[in-house]
């Protein structure tokens, strides 16, 4: 078992290595082969998955009788067969599918997400009696009101420079330092996590 | 025609996604589950047919040449990746999956190191002096807002931050919450804006067919 | 009815479940209704159903089912005694009591129980080896009787009764008493008489009998009754009195003067440990003296079980050839003796008679010396015939008769203390010893020669021991040294006197016969003076006297304590060992007793011999066995109180036979035994190194560690118990200066923490209004009509917006990103330009219309648009967004930052792009890549956008990337158009809104979208308020309501 787990690291600290070595040293061809393998495996990844989960619901829709499964599988396998079928005729049935089932599907979901943000902004004291959620409230409610002002013309034009330094002093100072910090914090995660990665410290694939 | 049947479904499964305000339903669940069976196989079929089946090809076409034998390499991988569907050789997947980690982690460690961190500390362009001095401090309360653990022990022997530590917390958590309450702003925006492009489209085509 | 009870104190209405008024405090009644669980309707508490909706309001319980019988229990229920709760003591019923119990006959008497309770040990009890006051066999009031009745009277009875029987002391109430164990008994009873072991100082009874050459047998063999009793120690000593008066005084100073010798005169100021102390200064006086600090129990055990010393014993014959050497005639020696046979003089006595306090001795001790009972005369028969004294046996010759090992053995009868519990004999056997005795006086003159030349010998024996040479350097040698200070350095006259409590023997058994003599300190010690401070030096024999000078020339070798804590001379003072012993035949006829004692230290040994010793002269007799050694009658006997067989002692014994014996008697014999006797074992190579203790270490006297003396008077002690005490060793620093506890930490309580604790506060102080109940007809609950609410009222903006006025601003002022967009696109006229679809239809009704408008506007630069996605999803709206322009189609990238990293090392040149993600691509699509002028990334997804950047935009820098995103990516967006790595950034709707109408593109549909969107966002402000407000101002009351 040793063995076994000892490949996997050897192999993830070699190409991982070769690649920073490819990459620093500008290495083209090995570059260019070593991601395109990548991008082949992370491609069969996703494959793999899909496959997975269609084995999921499978087994789910047969043990459990469960519908909604039996849905997924059968969308699942209808866009196969209408990628067959259009591989055989040439038609476009998948991107019907994808244009009159897909699409909808997700932009009706993502059109719900501002009653949902609003109903969670609306109760955000009901739920967390401090300074913070007040703060937080407030923010919001300055940098709504500050763009809708500033975009309609209901505001008069006398409030409009201090509403819109307002707003910018917001937008170009707090939340540009507010997100600077936490890219540098995430871009700092990721470097110790990738070194961690590169030393054979973490291994994620030995699960 | 098909347009139309298109609409129709496509509003039905609006109005399904849009029955979730009530209540959790089996129309909503049905819709979601179609639009996840929907959605992956559509990956699976992108890829089949975009790289999959071209590389294929490429292989089939000349499968002598250099470029068609070391291809022997990740289809190999593949082939060991689809292993850990198996239990007993379940182990050989994860080589596959050390390589994509392996690779993956190198490309992120040298785009975050060179794409983010180093512009972000030193390639900052503001428009005034002052309003980069303000922005630099802001930034590192940020950053500091995230310790959670004191430099040094009170003399009561419980550590505790210093109050300048206290301080600079203060501060950093007061600019992420302005942040987070601008990013939920313009987070709403854009969820009313979806909103409204939906409703708009609904409306539009249908007042244009009927 | 309603829900709440009023309390009919103070009227104040409490919720039905309370049991205590809230304004109050007054109880209240209990709930006379049940609130059902389902309708709220108060049923009264009669009820199981409710009377609205029939729910049941009872619980359910299991009923037994009565069809189960006790045999479908478990039948191998775990066993478990019967509990008995505190304070239960179970049945009293004193009916109940067992006979035994109540009547004590222990099963003494089976015919005598008149019912036997079947409590009672089957068979009854074997009560021989019981002392008889345990056992009562027809004891018609028995002293234990179950009472019927418990009662003060009752107990006062039993204690009276309880006080007229005899007392467990009383060891000899009669003559039938044996209270013995059976060893002693047995010993008294069984045995060939010829056999029997007699006592120690048989030979002394036989000196008393004044038969020439003749052991001091005291008992015959056949005639167990007859056996010798046991003398003390000093017995012999004692009777060499002539008077009873004298006996008395003398015994009295013989009790003194072994006082002495037995106890030391410590040093005031010595640092011995006790144990040494109690050696003590040199004893001038051998004998006992009158002591008065003596402390009879303070005596080792082994002296109390002598019993009384049988000073009537000796026959005056035999006490005249005893104290002969000592008196010089037989006639003293008989005077010496005491006339009244018919009383002992116990052994304890003289210390007692000394001290004048009896009160310390044990009862039976001075019973035995009231009564007048030889208690260590060998009775077994409880005969009164007086027995007849016997020549004893003659094993063998030796000079020293009556110091014959094998004499002494076989005639010494051992069971003197066997003898101890068959009191019946001791009165007659008193005076069969006394004539015994008068018969060996003469030849213990004789003895006492022998032994004065023979601790000669000794005395260079120990000399020789190197290991008792003072070893400074060796810290064990020291302890031993302190008991000895025979070095010299310390005087007898030095060392103060103190008190002197006699070790107690641990194992007196373990001690070896054959050591040797202690020698005793000629230099200080004297018979002359021995003899001086004993009251009975006129009285001894001259023989004794002659010891006393010859042991003033003699050298004084260090004692040698190695075996044992206690001098030599003490333990050799142990019935079955001694000066007198049966292995030192001989030994004081042929030598003084000054000899004898050497070895004793000066302190302990004393000064002088008594005079009678000093006159007691050598005996020359050979030495005749004592003891006829008879292995049977001696097998129940203790080892330690077994002599030595006379064949063992042929065999390797350094006691010789007769026949090996040195000639010249027993003085010849005695001086071949110490010749011969095993090379002392050092105490340092015989026993295990101890570790000292650093205390006793600073113990160490100045004379040994050649230093000068500690200064005891050191500083005073201030502070403590030991206030005002000097020479106070300092204690530990461990117990000096004990650990104090270290302060508790203080408790540092956050805010949050107040907060979470007035919140929990409050919800435990929330008092419940009603019963909430889950049901099926449950009603929506507030959070979904007011998701509903919000829903239609954001829809109806929406429309509002859509379709009603439009409240945009015309004039605008655009960003400087938003032209930087323009700038780039222009700028990338007639180049290829990537553009990157990442978004799915989720996103599109935001971007669609910025791609859009890119896409036109590209389109009418002339650029070549080459479409890319990382996501299936985007592939599918790009195809849709190109499907009216002709545009090359990368497709789908996979692997994210992969994907991407390849495609920036092709835009930045480093690869060739005819492979992308190991496709070859088409050469025009090549040619496309490899001349990229812009990228634009219209994305709504922030690690998509990240990963743009990093990977293609920071490895290209040459090749402008221009982002078109979300509101809600805006400003990220804006932290990467800061530092220069996006050229321009297109940020939501509105800035799109602005972008079309600085490329004069109008968009009509984002028009309405966007007018849409502001409606929305002025009624989310507005609800934002009202929910801050509300809910805000919510929050506080309960707030204060809780800090209340």
């Not at chain 1, 259009?86 to 476009?92: H, R």
């Not at chain 1, 739920?127 to 959620?133: E, F």
């Not at chain 3, 302060?743 to 956050?750: E, F, N, R």
């Given at each position: 078992?040793?063995?076994?787990?000892?490949?996997?690291?050897?192999?993830?600290?070699?190409?991982?290595?070769?690649?920073?070595?490819?990459?620093?040293f500008?290495?083209?061809?090995?570059?260019?082969?070593?991601?395109?393998?990548?991008?082949?495996?992370?491609a069969?990844?996703?494959?793999?998955?899909?496959?997975n989960l269609l084995?999921?619901?499978?087994?789910?829709l047969?043990?459990?009788?469960?519908?909604?499964?039996?849905?997924?599988?059968?969308?699942?396998?209808g866009?196969?067969?209408?990628?067959?079928l259009?591989?055989?005729?040439?038609?476009?049935s998948?991107?019907?599918?994808?244009?009159?089932?897909?699409?909808?599907?997700?932009?009706?979901?993502?059109s719900?997400?501002a009653?949902f943000?609003?109903?969670?902004?609306?109760q955000?004291?009901?739920?967390?009696?401090?300074?913070?959620?007040?703060?937080?409230?407030?923010?919001?409610?300055?940098?709504l009101?500050?763009?809708?002002?500033?975009?309609?013309?209901?505001?008069?034009?006398?409030?409009?420079?201090?509403?819109?330094q307002?707003?910018?002093?917001?937008?170009n100072v707090?939340?540009?330092?507010?997100?600077?910090?936490l890219?540098?914090?995430?871009?700092l995660?990721?470097l110790l996590?990738?070194?961690r990665?590169?030393m054979?410290?973490?291994?994620?694939?030995?699960? | 025609?098909?347009?139309l049947?298109?609409?129709?479904?496509?509003?039905?499964?609006?109005?399904f996604?849009?029955?979730?305000?009530?209540?959790?339903?089996?129309?909503?669940r049905?819709?979601?589950h179609?639009?996840?069976?929907?959605s992956?196989?559509?990956?699976?079929?992108?890829?089949?047919?975009q790289?999959?089946?071209?590389?294929?090809?490429?292989?089939?076409?000349?499968p002598?040449?250099?470029?068609?034998?070391?291809?022997?390499?990740?289809?190999?991988?593949?082939?060991?990746?689809?292993?850990?569907?198996?239990?007993?050789?379940?182990?050989l997947?994860?080589?596959?999956?050390?390589?994509?980690?392996?690779?993956?982690?190198?490309?992120a460690?040298?785009?975050?190191?060179?794409g983010?961190?180093?512009?972000?500390?030193?390639?900052?362009?503001?428009?005034?002096?002052?309003?980069g001095?303000?922005?630099?401090?802001?930034?590192?309360?940020t950053?500091?807002?995230?310790?959670f653990?004191?430099?040094?022990?009170?003399?009561?022997?419980?550590?505790q931050?210093?109050?300048?530590?206290?301080?600079?917390t203060?501060?950093g958590?007061?600019v992420l919450?302005?942040?987070?309450?601008?990013?939920?702003?313009?987070?709403?925006?854009?969820?009313?804006?979806?909103?409204?492009?939906?409703?708009?489209?609904?409306l539009?085509?249908?007042?244009?067919?009927? | 009815?309603?829900?709440?009870?009023?309390?009919?104190?103070?009227g104040?209405?409490?919720?039905?479940?309370?049991?205590?008024?809230n304004?109050?405090g007054?109880?209240?009644?209990?709930?006379?209704?049940?609130?059902?669980?389902?309708?709220?309707?108060?049923?009264?508490?009669?009820?199981?159903f409710c009377?609205?909706?029939g729910?049941?309001?009872v619980a359910e319980h299991?009923?037994?089912?009565p069809?189960?019988?006790?045999?479908?229990?478990?039948?191998?229920?775990?066993?478990?005694?019967?509990?008995?709760?505190?304070?239960?003591?179970?049945?009293?019923?004193?009916?109940a009591?067992?006979?035994?119990?109540?009547?004590?006959?222990i099963?003494?008497?089976?015919s005598?129980?008149?019912?036997?309770?079947?409590?009672?040990?089957a068979?009854?009890?074997?009560t021989?080896?019981?002392p008889?006051?345990?056992?009562?066999?027809?004891?018609?009031?028995?002293?234990?009787?179950?009472?019927?009745t418990?009662s003060?009277?009752?107990?006062?009875?039993?204690?009276?009764?309880?006080?007229?029987?005899?007392?467990?002391?009383?060891?000899?109430?009669?003559?039938?008493?044996s209270?013995?164990?059976?060893?002693l008994?047995?010993a008294?009873?069984?045995?060939?008489?010829?056999?029997?072991?007699?006592?120690?100082?048989?030979?002394l009874?036989?000196?008393?009998?004044?038969?020439?050459?003749?052991a001091?047998?005291?008992a015959?063999?056949?005639?167990d009754?007859?056996?010798?009793?046991?003398?003390?120690?000093?017995?012999?000593?004692?009777d060499?009195?002539?008077d009873?008066?004298?006996?008395?005084?003398?015994?009295?100073?013989n009790?003194?003067?072994?006082?002495?010798?037995?106890?030391?005169?410590?040093n005031?100021?010595?640092?011995?440990?006790?144990w040494?102390?109690e050696?003590g200064?040199?004893?001038?006086?051998?004998?006992p003296?009158?002591?008065?600090?003596?402390?009879?129990?303070?005596?080792?055990g082994?002296?109390?079980?002598?019993?009384?010393?049988?000073?009537n014993?000796?026959?005056?014959?035999?006490?005249?050839?005893l104290?002969?050497?000592?008196?010089?005639?037989?006639?003293?020696?008989?005077d010496?003796?005491?006339?009244?046979?018919?009383?002992?003089?116990?052994?304890?006595?003289l210390?007692e008679t000394?001290?004048?306090?009896?009160?310390s001795?044990?009862d039976w001790l001075?019973d035995?010396?009231?009564?007048g009972?030889?208690f260590?005369?060998?009775?077994?028969d409880e005969?009164?015939?007086?027995?007849?004294?016997?020549?004893?046996?003659?094993?063998s010759?030796?000079?020293?008769d009556?110091?014959?090992?094998?004499?002494?053995?076989?005639?010494?009868?051992?069971?003197?203390?066997?003898?101890?519990?068959?009191?019946?004999k001791?009165?007659?056997?008193a005076?069969?010893?006394?004539?015994?005795?008068?018969?060996t006086?003469d030849?213990?003159?004789?003895?006492?020669?022998e032994?004065?030349?023979e601790?000669?010998?000794?005395?260079?024996?120990?000399?020789n021991?190197e290991?008792?040479?003072?070893d400074?350097?060796?810290?064990?040698?020291?302890?031993?040294?302190?008991?000895?200070?025979?070095?010299?350095?310390l005087?007898?006259?030095?060392?103060?006197?103190?008190?002197?409590?006699?070790?107690?023997?641990?194992?007196?058994?373990?001690?070896?016969p054959?050591?040797p003599?202690?020698?005793?300190?000629s230099?200080?010690?004297?018979?002359?003076?021995?003899?001086?401070?004993?009251?009975?030096?006129e009285?001894?024999?001259?023989?004794?006297?002659?010891?006393?000078?010859?042991?003033?020339?003699?050298e004084?070798?260090?004692?040698?304590?190695?075996?044992?804590?206690?001098?030599?001379?003490?333990a050799?003072?142990?019935?079955?060992?001694?000066?007198?012993?049966?292995?030192?035949?001989?030994?004081?006829?042929?030598?003084?007793i000054?000899?004898?004692?050497e070895?004793?230290?000066?302190?302990?040994?004393?000064?002088?011999?008594?005079?009678?010793?000093k006159?007691?002269?050598?005996?020359?007799?050979?030495?005749?066995?004592?003891?006829?050694i008879?292995v049977?009658?001696?097998?129940?006997i203790?080892?330690?109180?077994?002599?030595?067989?006379?064949?063992?002692?042929a065999?390797?014994?350094?006691?010789?036979?007769?026949?090996?014996?040195?000639?010249?008697?027993?003085?010849?014999?005695?001086?071949?035994?110490?010749?011969?006797?095993?090379?002392?074992?050092?105490l340092?190579?015989?026993?295990?190194?101890?570790?000292?203790?650093?205390?006793?270490?600073?113990?160490?006297?100045?004379e040994?560690?050649?230093?000068?003396?500690?200064?005891?008077?050191?500083?005073?002690?201030?502070?403590?118990?030991?206030?005002?005490m000097?020479?106070?060793?300092?204690?530990?620093?461990?117990?000096?200066?004990?650990r104090t506890?270290s302060?508790?930490?203080?408790?540092?309580?956050?805010p949050?923490?107040?907060?979470?604790?007035?919140?929990?506060?409050?919800?435990?102080?929330?008092?419940?209004?009603?019963?909430?109940?889950?049901?099926?007809?449950?009603?929506?609950s507030?959070?979904?009509?007011?998701?509903?609410g919000?829903?239609v009222l954001?829809?109806?903006a929406?429309?509002?917006?859509?379709?009603g006025?439009?409240l945009?601003?015309?004039?605008?002022t655009?960003?400087?990103n938003?032209?930087a967009?323009?700038?780039?696109v222009?700028?990338?006229?007639?180049?290829?330009?990537?553009?990157?679809?990442?978004?799915?239809?989720?996103?599109?009704?935001?971007?669609?219309?910025q791609?859009?408008?890119?896409?036109?506007?590209?389109?009418?630069?002339?650029?070549?648009?080459?479409?890319a996605?990382?996501y299936?999803?985007?592939?599918?709206?790009?195809?849709?967004?190109?499907a009216d322009?002709?545009a090359?189609?990368i497709?789908?990238?996979?692997?994210?930052?992969?994907?991407?990293?390849?495609?920036?090392?092709?835009?930045?040149?480093?690869?060739?792009?005819d492979?992308?993600?190991?496709?070859?691509?088409?050469?025009?699509?090549?040619?496309s890549?490899s001349?990229?002028?812009?990228v634009?990334?219209?994305?709504?997804?922030?690690?998509?956008?990240?990963?743009?950047?990093?990977?293609?935009?920071q490895?290209?820098p040459?090749?402008?990337?221009?982002?078109?995103?979300?509101?809600?990516?805006?400003?990220?967006?804006?932290?990467?158009?800061s530092?220069?790595?996006?050229?321009g950034?297109?940020?939501?709707?509105?800035?799109a809104?602005l972008y079309?109408?600085?490329?004069?593109?109008?968009?009509?549909?984002?028009?309405a979208?966007?007018n849409?969107?502001?409606i929305?966002?002025?009624?989310?402000?507005v609800?934002?308020?009202?929910?801050?407000v509300?809910?805000?101002?919510?929050?506080?009351?309960?707030?204060?309501?809780?800090?209340?």
């Open positions: 078992m040793k063995l076994k787990q000892s490949i996997a690291i050897f192999t993830a600290v070699f190409f991982g290595l070769l690649t920073l070595v490819a990459l620093l500008n290495v083209s061809g090995l570059s260019s082969v070593i991601l395109g393998w990548a991008s082949f495996l992370a069969i990844a996703l494959i793999l998955g899909v496959m084995l999921v619901h499978l087994t789910r047969f043990k459990e009788q469960n519908l909604y499964s039996g849905v997924l599988v059968l969308s699942i396998l866009v196969f067969a209408a990628a067959v259009d591989g055989l005729t040439g038609s476009n998948v991107n019907a599918l994808f244009n009159w089932v897909q699409a909808p599907l997700e932009a009706a979901l993502a719900l997400l009653v943000l609003l109903l969670a902004g609306v955000l004291l009901k739920r967390q009696h401090t300074g913070w959620a007040v703060l937080f409230s407030v923010t919001a409610v300055v940098m009101l500050g763009q809708a002002l500033l975009t309609s013309r209901l505001l008069p034009a006398g409030l409009r420079q201090p509403v819109n307002i707003v910018e002093f917001v937008q707090v939340v540009t330092a507010g997100l600077r910090g890219l540098i914090g995430v871009a995660g990721t996590l990738s070194l990665l590169l054979g410290v973490e291994r994620p694939y030995n699960k | 025609m098909t347009d049947v298109g609409l129709i479904i496509g509003l039905l499964l609006t109005l996604i849009y029955s979730y305000l009530i209540g959790d339903n089996p129309l909503y049905v819709s979601v179609l639009l996840v069976g929907v992956a196989a559509y990956a699976v079929v992108v890829v089949v047919r790289l999959l089946l071209p590389i294929w090809q490429q292989v089939q076409a000349n002598a040449s250099p470029d068609s034998v070391i291809w022997l390499v990740p289809i190999l991988f593949a082939l060991m990746l689809l292993a850990r569907r198996l239990p007993s050789v379940s182990w997947g994860n080589t596959s999956l050390a390589l994509l980690i392996g690779v993956g982690a190198a490309v460690l040298l785009g975050g190191l060179t983010t961190l180093w512009p972000q500390i030193v390639g900052v362009q503001p428009a005034t002096p002052l309003q001095i303000v922005v630099a401090l802001l930034t590192i309360c950053l500091l807002a995230f310790q653990t004191a430099l040094r022990p009170r003399s009561s022997g419980l550590w931050p210093a109050m300048w530590q206290r301080g600079v203060a501060v958590r007061i919450t302005i942040t987070f309450g601008a990013l939920f702003a313009a987070l709403m925006s854009t969820g009313l804006i979806l909103l409204a492009e939906r409703l708009n489209f609904f539009t085509e249908l007042v244009q067919r009927f | 009815m309603s829900n709440e009870i009023t309390c009919k104190e103070c104040y209405k409490n919720p039905h479940s309370s049991k205590f008024c304004n109050c007054a109880k209240l009644p209990l709930s006379t209704h049940i609130i059902c669980p389902n309708c709220a309707t108060p049923n009264t508490r009669d009820r199981i009377d609205t909706c729910t049941r309001l299991p009923q037994l089912k069809e189960d019988p006790i045999e479908s229990q478990p039948l191998n229920k775990p066993f478990s005694l019967p509990a008995r709760r505190p304070g239960d003591t179970g049945e009293l019923n004193p009916n009591v067992p006979d035994w119990l109540r009547t004590g006959n099963g003494a008497d089976k005598g129980q008149a019912e036997e309770d079947e409590d009672a040990p068979g009854g009890r074997d021989s080896d019981l008889d006051w345990l056992v009562h066999d027809s004891d018609p009031d028995p002293i234990i009787n179950a009472p019927t418990i003060t009277e009752f107990y006062r009875d039993l204690l009276e009764r309880a006080e007229d029987l005899p007392q467990p002391d009383d060891l000899f109430p009669d003559e039938a008493g209270n013995l164990p059976d060893w008994s047995d008294a009873d069984g045995g060939n008489e010829a056999e029997a072991s007699q006592g120690l100082t048989d030979w009874s036989d000196l008393a009998d004044g038969d020439e050459g003749a001091t047998a005291v015959d063999d056949d005639d009754d007859e056996d010798a009793t046991s003398v003390g120690l000093t017995d012999w000593l004692a060499l009195d002539d009873a008066d004298t006996a008395d005084v003398h015994a009295a100073d009790a003194a003067a072994l006082n002495d010798l037995l106890s030391a005169q410590p005031e100021e010595a640092d011995s440990s006790d040494l102390s050696l200064p040199p004893q001038t006086d051998v004998l003296e009158q002591q008065e600090d003596l402390n009879v129990e303070d005596l080792p082994w002296m109390d079980e002598l019993g009384p010393i049988q000073t014993l000796l026959d005056p014959a035999q006490l005249a050839e104290t002969g050497p000592l008196r010089g005639t037989a006639d003293e020696a008989e010496f003796f005491d006339d009244d046979a018919g009383e002992d003089v116990s052994f304890t006595d210390f000394s001290r004048g306090a009896t009160e001795l044990p001075e035995a010396a009231e009564k009972e030889s260590l005369l060998d009775l077994p005969s009164e015939e007086p027995v007849e004294a016997e020549e004893p046996e003659i094993i010759e030796a000079d020293s009556w110091f014959t090992v094998e004499e002494i053995v076989s005639q010494t009868d051992l069971d003197w203390l066997a003898d101890t519990g068959n009191l019946d001791i009165d007659d056997e005076r069969h010893e006394l004539e015994r005795l008068h018969e006086a030849l213990f003159d004789d003895g006492l020669d032994l004065q030349d601790v000669l010998v000794e005395d260079e024996l120990l000399a021991d290991s008792l040479a003072d400074e350097d060796d810290d064990f040698d020291w302890l031993s040294d302190m008991a000895a200070i025979q070095t010299g350095e005087t007898i006259d030095e060392i103060p006197s103190a008190e002197m409590a006699v070790p107690s023997l641990d194992e007196p058994e373990d001690e070896a054959e050591e003599e202690p020698a005793l300190e230099d200080s010690w004297s018979s002359d003076t021995f003899l001086a401070e004993t009251a009975v030096a009285d001894l024999p001259a023989w004794l006297d002659e010891l006393g000078e010859n042991a003033e020339t003699a004084s070798p260090e004692m040698d304590l190695s075996s044992e804590d206690l001098p030599e001379w003490i050799s003072m142990r019935p079955s060992q001694g000066i007198f012993g049966s292995e030192l035949p001989g030994v004081l006829s042929d030598m003084d000054r000899d004898t004692l070895g004793i230290p000066e302190e302990l040994a004393g000064g002088e011999l008594p005079d009678w010793l006159d007691a002269p050598p005996d020359t007799r050979p030495a005749r066995p004592l003891v006829d008879n049977d009658a001696t097998q129940k203790p080892d330690w109180l077994q002599p030595d067989p006379p064949g063992a002692k065999a390797g014994s350094p006691l010789l036979p007769a026949e090996d014996a040195a000639p010249g008697g027993s003085r010849n014999e005695w001086r071949f035994l110490l010749e011969n006797l095993p090379p002392l074992t050092p340092a190579e015989s026993l295990p190194k101890a570790d000292i203790p650093e205390w006793i270490q600073q113990l160490k006297p100045p040994l560690t050649g230093q000068p003396p500690r200064d005891l008077h050191g500083p005073e002690e201030t502070v403590g118990p030991l206030k005002g000097q020479g106070v060793i300092a204690i530990e620093p461990a117990i000096a200066r004990p506890a302060p508790l930490l203080p408790h540092v309580t956050t949050e923490q107040l907060q979470q604790a007035a919140l929990l506060h409050q919800i435990a102080r929330e008092t419940p209004t009603t019963v909430t109940t889950l049901s099926a007809n449950a009603p929506y507030t959070a979904v009509w007011l998701r509903i919000l829903a954001l829809f109806v929406i429309l509002v917006g859509l379709r006025p439009n945009l601003a015309t004039n605008g655009v960003p400087a938003v032209q967009v323009a700038t780039a222009s700028s990338a006229a007639g180049q290829p330009v990537l553009m990157a679809i990442e978004y799915t239809p989720a996103m599109a009704g935001e971007l669609t219309s791609a859009q408008m890119l896409l036109a506007q590209l389109a009418a630069n002339g650029s070549q648009v080459v479409i996605s990382q299936a999803a985007g592939t599918a709206v790009a195809e849709t967004l190109t322009t002709e090359q189609i497709g789908y990238l996979p692997g994210e930052g992969i994907g991407l990293r390849q495609l920036g090392e092709c835009f930045a040149g480093r690869n060739t792009c492979q992308l993600n190991g496709r070859v691509l088409p050469a025009e699509l090549q040619a890549l001349e990229i002028g812009l634009i990334v219209v994305t709504g997804d922030r690690d998509n956008l990240v990963n743009w950047v990093e990977q293609v935009g490895v290209a040459d090749v402008p990337l221009v982002a078109g995103v979300t509101q809600a990516l805006t400003p990220l967006t804006r932290s990467y158009a530092t220069g790595q996006i050229a950034l297109l940020g939501g709707a509105p800035e809104r079309a109408q600085l490329i004069g593109q109008p968009a009509s549909g984002l028009e979208q966007l849409a969107q502001v929305g966002q002025l009624l989310a402000g609800l934002l308020i009202i929910g801050l509300v809910y805000g101002t919510t929050g506080l009351v309960n707030g204060r309501r809780a800090n209340k």
